[in-house]
């Protein structure tokens, strides 16, 4: 099995800046064999929704709503995932997951970190 462990959620003032960390541990065997991590977002009353993608060679995709604010990146030694948060707006307010999915397509979440927007 994979643990997911996000760290970084906070109270941010709109404009303000947050960095997100996912740490997996685990299974050394399904960590040699991760493929996508990513983040998903899911504010109160919404669904939850993807947020940003980093395939194991580095290949990124965003969410209209993201691009050019937030930047994913990864450190595959140490089995990590970043989200870089840049102009935060309040509408970013939500609970942020760490996906990582394998290369037999299973999926493993995180517990989720809370964002918060305000001033």
């Known amino acids: 099995q994979v643990q997911l462990v996000e760290s970084g959620g906070g109270l941010v003032q709109p404009g303000g800046s947050l960095r997100l960390s996912c740490a997996a541990s685990?299974?050394?065997?399904?960590?040699?064999?991760?493929?996508?991590m990513g983040w998903y977002r899911q504010a109160p009353g919404e669904q939850r929704e993807l947020v940003a993608q980093?395939?194991?060679?580095?290949?990124?995709n965003y969410a209209d709503s993201v691009k050019g604010r937030f930047t994913i990146s990864r450190d595959n030694a140490k089995n990590t995932v970043y989200l870089q948060m840049n102009s935060l707006k309040p509408e970013d307010t939500a609970v942020y997951t760490c996906n990582a999915r394998d290369i037999l397509s299973r999926s493993y979440w995180g517990k989720g970190t809370l964002v918060t927007v305000s001033s």
């Open positions: 685990g299974s050394s065997f399904i960590l040699n064999n991760i493929n996508n």
């Open positions: 980093i395939t194991h060679s580095g290949s990124t």
